[in-house]
């Protein structure tokens, strides 16, 4: 029998945000500042067309925000590299660390599925050594899909134990599509989510953390649980 896995998101339920934090936002800021701009001002189309994007189904390039940019704003923005591990882990959600050595002392596979681009995510969590913890890391475009698209499982061979993330209508949504048992991680109330029009009904998790301390026991529960028989496809 295959070895299980648990999958993750990355941005808001890892860490939070690295290529927006230490790659994006500083060139936003120094770009508007050049034009005299606030950078919310200059800001708001970027999020606006992709906003546009995601509503005409272009989930995969409404997270192209090099190619926004191009298009918005006739820039280059610059690409985001390998940095010291000490500035990523400091974006590191609580309890993170600690968890993913105790899981990898389990019976189980780990995965990353993130709407990132790979060539946005994986410079950090090369950064991280997280390449070298998670077996695999699956972004938009190594798919050419994105959550809450239940394709987005596809590379993983094997059974999926459950998925973790922050998103309602993107992770908590992909799991039931999936029928892979859902973990909302949600230390606060996010209202972020890119709602997908073809599903109206406000999907429930399986189970709610507000911490990573209490998922160890929770994914040895799962483990002689099995994965459920059926799950609502919203």
């Known amino acids: ?16 945000n690295p290529y927006w934090r230490l790659t994006l936002f500083p060139w936003i800021q120094k770009e508007s500042a050049r034009r005299r701009l606030d950078w919310q001002d ?30 918005v704003w006739k820039e280059e923005p610059p690409e985001p590299s390998m940095v010291p591990w000490h500035q990523v ?9 600690w968890l993913l050595s105790v ?3 389990y019976p189980i596979r780990l995965g990353i599925i993130t709407n990132g681009l790979e060539r946005n995510q994986m410079p950090f969590i ?33 059974p999926i134990l459950c998925h973790v993330g922050d998103r309602v209508h993107h992770d ?35 189970h709610v953390i507000t911490h990573y301390w209490g998922l160890p026991k929770l994914v040895t529960h799962l483990l002689v649980a099995g994965p459920p028989a059926s799950h609502p496809n919203p």
């Open 103 to 105: 899981l990898k002392t």
């Open 172 to 206: 908590v949504l992909v799991a039931c599509r999936a029928q892979v048992t859902s973990i909302l991680y949600q230390p606060k109330w996010y209202s972020e989510d890119r709602v997908d029009p073809l599903s109206p009904a406000w999907p429930m998790p399986n």
């Open 42 to 71: 200059f800001w708001q189309p970027i999020a606006d067309e992709g906003q546009h994007r995601w509503d005409q189904g272009l989930w995969v390039d409404a997270y192209d925000w090099s190619d926004i940019i191009r298009r």
């Open 126 to 158: 090369k950064s991280l050594g997280w390449d070298q913890i998670f077996d695999t890391v699956v972004t938009t475009n190594k798919v050419t899909r994105c959550k809450p698209d239940p394709r987005v499982f596809s590379l993983f061979d094997g």
């Open 1 to 16: 029998m295959l070895t299980p896995w648990i999958t993750f998101d990355l941005d808001g339920t890892l860490v939070k």
């Open 89 to 97: 882990a400091s974006l590191t959600l609580p309890g993170v660390l």
